[in-house]
């Protein structure tokens, strides 16, 4: 119609992407309860396993002043990974409901939906990560620097966004939330084959192997700088690249799925 503006496209693209990161953040309002499983399980790892692995400080080849500072960065990316296994839960609850079909008729690309279900993933994941530190630092974690901290939040934001990408894939595939359990078994096993509770020098030669062939180990190393020792950029960028690694793999299969859903 004359006189009508058009909206350029890349706008039209942020202004859908941030409404779907505002309804994925309006959930925990309305449905509090809903972020209950996120916040207690890796506190509950967090605790349970330093009680129990706490004393492997004394051993020769740890860095750490604390088992609280070496364990807590596990801790905030299994949360992340938590939250991203959900915003897969969540999709399929959207497919199986006919949500999703309704915002692929819309006139949106298939990237800019998907990316909105990824990024409020990422966003989301800030809540649990800072419950279990401010836990782990009132039990004697060391506290680790502003830059620390940053390094350690965008692994544990870009974390959420590989497991929602992992999540999403199998949402799109399967359909059901029957797929619950693999997406939450994926990203607890990439975070937990890593030197997650002692240092790659300690493991047993077999998980040693897996560990050092596993990219989360890198971003484990990278987010847990700032609390066993100083944060550079050295120790940083095996991290940033190997989630960009995960995010273009699973990204395309995610964006593949969606695009195969469309037909």
């Known amino acids: 119609m004359e006189g009508v503006a058009r909206v350029p496209q890349w706008r039209a693209n942020l202004a859908t992407i941030a409404a779907l990161m505002a309804r994925s953040r309006n959930e925990l309002a309305r449905v509090p309860g809903a972020a209950i499983p996120g916040l207690l399980a890796p506190t509950i790892f967090f605790l349970g396993l330093n009680g129990v692995f706490g004393a492997l400080i004394q051993l020769r080849g740890f860095e750490a002043n604390a088992y609280e500072s070496f364990l807590v960065p596990v801790s905030m990316l299994q949360g992340a990974g938590f ?20 915002l692929l008729v819309s006139p949106a690309p298939r990237w800019v939906l998907l990316a909105g279900n990824v990024l409020g993933a990422g966003t989301r994941a800030l809540l649990p990560a800072t419950f279990v530190l401010l836990i782990a630092l009132a039990l004697g974690a060391s506290w680790p620097g ?28 399967f359909e059901s939330q029957s797929a ?5 078994a994926g990203t607890m096993a990439l975070i937990l084959f890593t030197p997650a509770y002692a240092p790659l020098t300690l493991l047993q030669p077999w998980l040693r192997s897996v560990a050092e062939a596993n990219p989360v180990t890198e971003v484990l190393e990278a987010a847990r700088q700032g609390f066993v020792g100083g944060v550079d ?6 991290g940033l690249l190997a989630l960009l690694g995960l995010l273009a793999v699973l990204g395309a299969w995610a964006l593949r ?3 195969r859903t469309a037909r």
Do not use: H, K
């Open 83 to 102: 939250t991203g296994a959900a915003s897969g839960v969540n999709l399929a609850r959207d497919i199986e409901q006919g949500w999703t079909d309704r």
């Open 146 to 173: 502003v830059a620390g901290l940053l390094v350690t939040y965008a692994m544990v934001v870009a974390m959420a966004a590989v497991a929602a990408c992992w999540g999403s894939a199998l949402a799109l595939r």
């Open 180 to 184: 619950a359990p693999l997406m939450q």
């Open 233 to 238: 950029w050295a120790g940083t960028w095996p």
């Open 257 to 259: 799925e969606m695009r």
